[in-house]
């Protein structure tokens, strides 16, 4: 199939394509990799009147670090995350993740920002955004305002982006050497959305006092912060013996739910299992 | 290889070596021609608007809006197309019983599965007649759709086309040796449901066809992927109200078939009459959702099967009872009961068993045709078979290994038959299972296995050995009164500086047909393969013939490819040794130049010989004439079908938490008698395997209960990819066919015939501690956790 027609238009400075937007109104719509926007524009699910074109703005481009934070333009490519040394270092769960996320082809194109405005339930980056207590800065018409990740995504493909805002930067905590995380995605084929996946993050070294934040991705309908789980597992005398009860605190947490690739109750397993796998690895990356 | 000089050791021969292929170059630089590149000038371009019920009666079709888009030449239903193009009827005569109603390019009063064309939409671009198409408003009355073919037959089901009296499109009994007494006597009987999902064979180029009408010569020019441009000549001809000679239908690149490309489809019927009815080009490329809903689907099966076995391992008997479910329409001109047909055909076919009994049925349903894809029938059976045989090794506690060594026709019996009918001139299966057994280290894995197991890690070993139909005869369709040419014909020719011009009836969809053809010839002539040029895929330029499908290629437009560079050996040297003064039969031809016969020693280029031919002739006997083109053609007409035979392994891990398979090795050991090109013949082995690996794990178009394809994208379909691929490694036993001289039977469909059934085998295998069976495919992680009773709850 062919996309309706539409004029496309390359915005040269953040504020130029603000206003682009905003003048176009409802028919507007930002292009970033298109690795996302243009299959659904071939597909004739969307009917844009004009194509805004924000791969190129300065303001979106970077990866920068300060003493405690690291700041990823919207605009980073997600090859340029999987080879920045940056966030190799900083936020090495980014590092990880990055290599599920689609084919080099399409790694090459697709931007951060344009995979987290997107917001597909089963995709990768957003979960690991809530599991690293990301900050999305994004600005609008009315001024700049910060989202955190746990309150950016809404649904399905629903964000707390309004139609006129830029998704600008995404700022997360370095995090601090005894940090651990794990990152794993059960997909029947590499490359392909998850069936279901986790991001888990555990700080602290004690097993008093840990804060372990399990973050499901693939089986609702946004990524989901585990918290009764997470709190099964922090308050047992150690994690692992908080792990069944942690297990079946999951179907508080999660409302799995059933498409193609898996029914509801496969995913509640397949869930279970990425758990035990998950605190398996985050505790033997302490031991070794 | 040792023994005495066959005729195909030749000074120079390309029999048996892996070169290059001519057209590779060619296509890596891009300068391919493909269908969908071309483009005529006052080019239209069409678009369907395509049914979205599986069952509907069209009440109305305004096209008034439509007609008004911008960039628009015309917009046409199909009740009005059926002034252009008549309708088929996908029947064969030696299908006893096959019936089917007859199919319109475009639906004319009802359609009969979501993705049927209604309307056709002729514009300047694709895009323009998108966007108009959506303007045509059909009003449909959406009737009840036969969708689940377990109860197509009851009473209470709609019958799809009434005037057929009920939904059964063909059935086929069998039942040979003594069966009920073989089961009566057994001391173990194991019995299945295995059941397939249909998919279909995805390839990288989507159907296209750019039909051109000339009034002026009044001549039909269709440029067209298709695997049989003169049985595709025959039905544009026949269909379109025009002489054969009429019509010319040319297949430059295409991009892959299997099978896919080798049926007549409506909307390309559609496309060849809108050429005629608007007198000018107009081309059709499926996009991928079309393909999805209209490019045939195959397998679809629910077979139940039986097997007999006594203690000793000896199996005694086979029984099956099979049902598919095809679409609203047979397909034409092959028809959609080959598949069937074939399983009956060929379950049990490895084994020695003589006590046999089939039940196949094939029924309509509102869902898209069905058809031959590659290795038609041949997974089914295989997959029953061999399901079969490891439950009843199972059941009396034999390795499989073992089991199958027990009961392998013996390499020693041949030529024979099965219970079924099949004439087997000389298969290895014993061979082959030996090479496996050496080859994948069996005992080895063995080993493994137990080791592994006790450690919580489950892998499995699956078995499957196979036979392949190859080289058809025309006991496939010529018998059935189908105009689709079982022969195959190659002229060679040199021309006056010495190259070679082979044109032949065969096609090249990527297999590699144009690189085996000029091997032989360069072969059969003794000259080396730069000098060798080939010629294929149009009606008016080749001899007549089949073209590429069933595994046919080497061994039918191979054989005649040997037999005509042969006759234009003899008629070289006729002419050398004229021009020499000596008996031609002194002479032959090494690299290029003639040669005295047996030596190296060189009497004349040839070159030379072509320029005294074709320009000093009067240098030549009065009453002598050379001839440099030489035709031949070949068909086998001993057996009705080559067979081939092998053994595949697979070794793979199943994540029992998960579902998860992971495949981690597969073996194929086959035997297609002589290899031409073995680079070739290995890869379509591997090539087959993932195709056959993707029925077994991912491949799958799934129908909801109202009709609906449900996953038509590359997204939810999901295809085989290299990540998920083992190591696939191939191994040969060689018995050539005797009935050509260059002995070789097919490749093309082998990997395909067992891959899935050895996947499932091993997953059963890798399971045995947990005492599950899974008979279906594909093997999804649901699948395997339900059957190990883990669900999250
Ligand atoms: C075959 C295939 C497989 C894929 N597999 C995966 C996978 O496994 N995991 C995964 O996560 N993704 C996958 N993707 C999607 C890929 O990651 C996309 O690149 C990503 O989702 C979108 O990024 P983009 O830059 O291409 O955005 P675009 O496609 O350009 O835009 C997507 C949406 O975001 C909006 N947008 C873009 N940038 C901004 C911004 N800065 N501010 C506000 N709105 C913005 C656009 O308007 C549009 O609505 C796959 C894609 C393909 C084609």
């Known amino acids: 199939m062919k996309a309706y027609a539409f004029d496309y238009v390359r915005a040269a400075t953040l504020v130029e394509a603000l206003s682009l937007l905003e003048r176009a109104g409802e028919g507007g719509k930002l292009i970033a990799g298109g690795q996302s926007l243009v299959p659904a524009l071939n597909l004739r699910l969307l009917a844009p009147q004009i194509l805004i074109d924000i791969a190129q703005l300065p303001e979106l481009r970077g990866i920068t670090s300060d003493d405690t934070h690291i700041h990823l333009g919207a605009g980073t490519r997600h090859a340029e995350l999987a080879t920045s040394a940056l966030v190799g270092q900083h936020v090495p769960l980014l590092q990880t993740a990055i290599r599920h996320v689609a084919h080099a082809a399409i790694r090459n194109r697709g931007t951060l920002g344009g995979n987290l405005a997107h917001a597909d339930p089963a995709s990768e980056l957003p979960a690991c955004m809530i599991a690293l207590e990301a900050t999305m800065l994004v600005v609008g018409p009315k001024g700049e305002r910060r989202i955190d990740a746990i309150d950016f995504f809404k649904g399905l493909y629903e964000t707390a982006l309004e139609a006129d805002d830029i998704l600008v930067r995404i700022s997360i905590a370095r995090s601090p050497a005894e940090t651990r995380v794990h990152f794993n995605e059960l997909a029947r084929r590499a490359g392909d959305y998850a069936m279901a996946g986790l ?75 990425l758990l035990k796998r998950g605190l398996t690895d985050l505790l033997a990356q302490g031991r070794g | 290889m040792s023994g005495p000089l066959s005729p195909l050791d030749r000074p120079n021969s390309y029999i048996g070596r892996t070169v290059p292929r001519p057209n590779l170059e060619r296509l890596v630089e891009g300068r391919g021609t493909y269908v969908s590149d071309m483009t005529l000038p006052r080019m239209g371009h069409v678009v369907f608007v395509r049914s979205p019920y599986a069952h509907a009666r069209i009440v109305d079709i305004d096209t008034g809006a439509a007609k008004q888009g911008e960039g628009v ?177 040319v297949c430059k690149d295409v ?69 598919t479910g095809i679409g609203p329409y047979s397909m034409y001109p092959r028809t959609s009961a080959i598949e069937a047909n074939q399983v009956v055909n060929l379950v049990g076919g490895p084994y020695q068993a003589r006590n046999y009994r089939a039940r196949a049925r094939v029924v309509f349903q509102n869902k898209n045709v069905m058809c031959q894809y590659r290795a038609v029938g041949h997974p089914i059976a295989c997959s029953v078979t061999e399901g079969l045989v490891d439950l009843a090794a199972r059941a009396i506690g034999m390795d499989p ?35 496996l057994k050496q080859m994948m280290d069996y005992d080895g894995l063995r080993a493994e296995q137990k080791r ?104 039918i437009g191979g054989e ?21 003064q000596t008996v031609p039969d002194m002479l032959d031809i090494d690299q290029g130049v003639v040669v005295d016969k047996g030596t190296t020693r060189e009497r004349i280029g040839l070159d030379e010989v072509a320029r005294i031919a074709y320009f000093r002739p009067d240098t030549l006997p009065a009453d002598f004439q050379a001839e440099l083109l030489a035709t031949r053609h070949y068909v086998p007409r001993q057996y009705p079908f080559a067979f081939t035979n092998g053994i595949q392994a697979s ?32 890869e379509q082995i591997r090539g087959g395997v993932v195709q056959g690996l993707g029925a077994a794990l991912f491949e799958h178009c799934r129908y909801d209960e109202r009709g609906q394809l449900t996953n038509g994208t590359m997204a939810d379909y999901l295809v085989p990819m290299a990540s998920e691929m083992p190591d696939i490694e191939v191994g040969h036993v060689v018995s050539p066919t005797l009935e050509s001289e260059l002995g070789a039977k097919g490749a093309g469909e082998a990997g395909t015939a067992g891959a899935a059934a050895c996947v499932a085998n091993a997953v059963n295998d890798a399971l045995e501690p947990f005492d599950v069976t899974i008979t279906e495919i594909p093997l999804t992680p649901s699948l395997i956790l339900n059957a190990l009773g883990r669900r999250g709850g």
């Not at chain 2, 991009?255 to 000018?280: C, N, P, Q, W």
């Not at chain 2, 009961?407 to 082959?432: C, M, Q, R, V, W």
């Not at chain 2, 070794?651 to 680079?679: K, R, S, Y």
Request: proline share 4%.
């Open chain 2, 651 to 682: 070794w793979l891990e199943v994540d029992t938490e998960t579902g998860f398979i992971t495949l981690l090795n597969h073996w194929c050991v086959e035997d297609c008698g002589t290899i031409i090109n073995p680079q070739l013949v290995d």
């Open chain 2, 73 to 249: 030449i015309a917009v046409v239903t199909g009740a009005e197309l059926v002034e252009q193009c008549s309708p088929w009827v996908g029947v064969l005569s030696h299908l006893k019983g096959l019936k089917s109603a007859p199919q319109h390019a475009m639906a004319v009063d009802r359609a009969c599965w979501q993705g049927e064309a209604v309307c056709a939409v002729v514009a300047n671009s694709r895009a323009q007649a998108e966007d108009a198409a959506e303007l045509v408003q059909v009003q449909y009355q959406e009737l009840e759709p036969v969708t689940d073919m377990r109860t197509a037959l009851e009473p209470h089901i709609p019958v799809i086309h009434a005037e057929l009296g009920d939904n059964l499109a063909f059935e086929r009994s069998l039942d040979a040796g003594e069966v009920d007494k073989a089961f009566s006597e057994a001391d173990a009987v194991a019995e299945a449901e295995f059941v397939f999902g249909r998919h279909t064979g995805v390839t990288l180029e989507a159907r296209a066809v750019l039909a051109d009408w000339n009034p002026g010569e009044r001549r039909l020019t269709v440029y067209q992927g298709t695997q049989a441009p003169h049985m595709m000549q025959n039905i544009f001809a026949k269909h379109l109200a025009l002489e054969e000679a009429q019509v010319r239908v």
């Open chain 2, 401 to 435: 290994l073992e089991i199958r060594s027990r009961n392998l026709i013996k390499d020693d019996a041949y030529p024979t038959d099965s219970p079924s009918g099949l004439k087997f001139e000389s298969l290895s299966h014993h061979a082959s299972l030996a090479k």
């Open chain 2, 452 to 555: 592994l197991r006790r450690q919580g890690i489950y892998r499995g070993i699956g078995l499957a050995s196979f036979i392949e139909v190859t080289n058809p005869s025309a006991a496939f369709y010529g018998v059935g009164g189908a105009r689709i040419s079982s022969q195959d014909g190659v002229s060679v020719r040199m021309d006056a500086t010495g190259a070679i011009i082979v044109q032949t009836s065969l096609t090249e969809q990527g297999q590699g047909s144009e690189a085996l053809t000029a091997q032989v010839v360069a072969s059969a002539l003794g000259v080396t393969l730069d000098k060798v040029r080939v010629i294929l895929g149009d009606t008016d330029n080749t001899p007549y013939g089949g073209g590429t499908w069933a595994s046919r290629g080497a061994g």
């Open chain 2, 560 to 580: 005649a490819a040997w037999q005509a560079g042969k006759a234009l050996r003899m008629n070289i040297l006729e002419v050398a040794g004229t021009i020499l």
């Open chain 2, 255 to 323: 991009g892959g078939s299997f099978g896919i490309k080798v049926h007549v489809y409506a909307d390309e019927m559609a496309t060849a009459a809108l050429s005629k009815r608007l007198k000018r080009p107009v081309k059709f490329v499926a996009d991928r959702i079309e393909s999805f809903v209209t490019d045939i689907h195959a397998r679809d099966h629910i077979c139940k099967g039986r097997i007999a076995v006594k203690q000793d391992g000896t199996i005694t008997a086979f029984a099956i009872d099979d049902l």
């Open chain 1, 199 to 273: 991001a888990m993050v555990m700080h602290g070294t004690q097993p008093q006092g840990l804060r372990i934040r399990p973050v499901f991705f693939g089986i609702g309908d946004r990524p989901t912060l585990a918290s009764h789980a997470a709190r099964c597992l922090e308050q047992a005398a150690d994690p692992m013996a908080g792990l069944a009860a942690a297990q079946q605190a999951l179907s508080q947490d999660l409302s799995p739910q059933e498409d193609l690739q898996a029914d509801a109750d496969t995913r509640m397993q397949l869930a279970r299992v």
